[in-house]
């Protein structure tokens, strides 16, 4: 499993939701996920 699927599983995000990206701070001891909606075709 990814980073992004294993946050996306704990966050329990489902569809259109998913995770864009993270960001580890190691000096603060902190995970920025920022989560967008999917885009759908058509």
Known sequence: MDEKSLYAHILNLSDPWQV???????????????????ETPG
């Open 20 to 38: 864009k990206s993270l960001s580890l701070d190691e000096n603060a001891g902190s995970v920025t996920v920022t989560i967008e909606i999917a």
